[in-house]
């Protein structure tokens, strides 16, 4: 540890984080959010030029630390991240072969897990039966001009617990602003007295800029959103959607 501080300022720091994680004062994406603030590949490349030991034992405290996320946590995401980090230190050879046996390890995981016992949308942390999703699909089997008919069943479709509350507080971000920007649409309306016309084209704005707004709310985190995309991807829905089955209900 004291030995670690000689390196680089941030192998201690790492190694800190790494304990924590272990003794579950902090999550594995808590420790690595704190580590995107002050570790840059880039620039520990440059400070570091020639010093190889240095960037092999930062590797190292990387590599323990992904273990650790993944051991404790069961957060792939973190571990992955950390070893992308590893691999972008210009790390000897040898150190090299030995983060490419982690890399292939967790590569190896998340085909095993993630969507499995693993939640599919954050890939950091296991289900929890009680956040499920049930998502209803549809097959349509027969076609008129004037009406379809189709077969509707509900898979469950498992997510963490923190993703469940990650999607309810998109959805009531997305509310708000819908709720805010029509607001002012009317209130507009009522001084324009035109409040009918103002409404319907506020209703209109407020639905397209709160689609808007969720998706840049989730661009910022590790959370993929609850989207067809994303369903469509999931290991208990895959399946069925190559038997034809779809998301939305069919239409005439
Ligand atoms: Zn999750």
Redesign the pocket.
């Known amino acids: 540890m004291s030995q670690l501080a000689l390196y680089h300022p941030v192998a201690p720091s790492i190694h800190t984080a790494m304990e924590q994680t272990a003794q579950r004062t902090i999550l594995a994406r808590e420790a690595v959010a704190a580590m995107k603030r002050y570790l840059f590949t880039d620039q520990l490349n440059q400070e570091l030029d020639g010093n190889e030991e240095a960037k092999d034992a930062i590797a190292t405290v990387l590599c323990d630390f992904a273990q650790v996320a993944w051991n404790t946590d069961r957060d792939l995401n973190s571990a992955i991240q950390a070893v992308t980090w590893a691999l972008a230190l210009n790390i000897s050879v040898e150190k090299r072969k030995q983060v490419w046996v982690y890399e292939k390890q967790m590569a190896d995981l998340y085909k095993q897990h993630v969507g499995i016992d693993i939640?599919h949308?954050?890939a950091?942390?296991p289900h929890d039966r009680k956040s499920s999703i049930f998502q209803p699909l549809y097959q349509e089997y027969e076609r008129s001009a004037r009406q379809v008919k189709f077969k509707k069943m509900k898979v469950e479709v498992p997510?963490?617990e923190?993703?469940t509350g990650f999607h309810s507080k998109e959805e009531g971000r997305v509310g708000l602003v819908f709720i805010g920007v029509w607001a002012a649409f009317l209130l507009a309306g009522y001084f324009m007295k035109a409040m009918i016309v103002m409404g319907i084209i506020g209703g209109a704005a407020a639905w397209w800029i709160s689609k808007k707004a969720g998706k840049r709310v989730l661009k910022d985190d590790i959370?993929r959103p609850a989207n067809n995309e994303v369903l469509a991807l999931h290991p208990s829905i895959a399946p069925f959607m190559e038997e034809g089955w779809v998301l939305e209900e069919p239409t005439a």
Request: net charge positive; charged share 20%; proline share 0%.
């Open positions: 939640c949308f954050c950091a942390a997510r963490c923190r993703c959370v």
